[in-house]
């Protein structure tokens, strides 16, 4: 059973940065999982951020970017503003049209 | 501009059954793949199914697998998932999404979702 894994609740200074990853219970992951990333406010739809490690998606501030650090997919947000404060959650591409959802990381901006 | 609206959420008991449908507009329907996501209350997000841009290959999580069916009709832009056995665990708000192309791709553009309850 594969295991999405992120950090527990976060938080971050407005204007500072943060770095949120994704791992997984075995092994590392890679480029071939195809990261995306998604953030979803209370009471909203969720929104796509990044997909394929590092493309951001249409309408998406250059303050998201995406990347692999070490053997997890990460999300890091320079200069965090409030409206940033969201749970933001991963996905990885297992292959056979598997994705897998991690937990998701609730975000403080304080 | 990409419209995705749920409907056919409801209240329904124990083993009974609802159809969601999705209709989409703003963009050619049958040339992406298409999913369902759920989220129960207070809880993250699960990739429930998923059906490529002809019908020709679907995915079914394990948890609806047997009692979940996700279909499609193109002629129509429009995205269905029957679910029947229905389980109070599978109470949550189920979202429509677009892919980002034909094959199974990354979730793109997001239905702002229809809450499905199942109680007695």
């Known amino acids: 059973q594969t295991v999405v894994t992120q950090e527990p609740p976060f938080s971050v200074s407005p204007g500072g940065t943060v770095t949120l990853t994704c791992g997984l219970s075995?092994?590392?992951?890679?480029?071939?999982?195809?990261p995306s990333w998604y953030q979803q406010t209370p009471g909203q739809a969720p929104r796509t951020l990044i997909y394929?490690?590092?493309t951001r998606s249409s309408g998406v501030p250059d303050r998201f970017s995406g990347s692999i650090l070490g053997n997890k997919a990460a999300l890091t947000i320079t200069g965090a503003q409030a409206d940033d404060e969201s749970d933001y959650y991963c996905?990885?591409?297992?292959?056979?049209?598997?994705?897998?959802f991690g937990g998701g990381t609730k975000l403080t901006v304080l | 501009e990409v419209q995705l609206v749920e409907s056919g959420g409801g209240l329904v008991q124990p083993g009974g059954s609802l159809r969601l449908s999705c209709s989409a507009s703003?963009?050619?329907?049958?040339?992406?793949?298409f999913y369902w996501v759920r989220q129960a209350p207070g809880k993250g997000l699960e990739y429930v199914s998923g059906?490529?841009?002809?019908?020709?290959?679907?995915y079914y999580a394990d948890s609806v697998k047997g009692r979940f069916t996700i279909s499609r009709d193109n002629s129509k832009n429009t995205l269905y998932l029957q679910m029947s056995s229905l389980r109070a665990e599978d109470t949550a708000a189920y979202y429509c999404?677009?892919?980002?192309?034909?094959?199974?791709?990354?979730?793109?553009?997001w239905g702002q979702g229809t809450l499905v309850t199942v109680s007695s």
């Open positions: 999404v677009k892919g980002y192309s034909n094959g199974w791709s990354h979730f793109d553009s």
């Open positions: 703003g963009f050619t329907f049958s040339s992406f793949v």
């Open positions: 059906i490529t841009n002809n019908g020709g290959s679907t």
């Open positions: 075995s092994g590392s992951v890679s480029t071939s999982h195809y």
């Open positions: 394929s490690t590092n």
């Open positions: 996905v990885l591409y297992m292959g056979s049209g598997i994705r897998v």
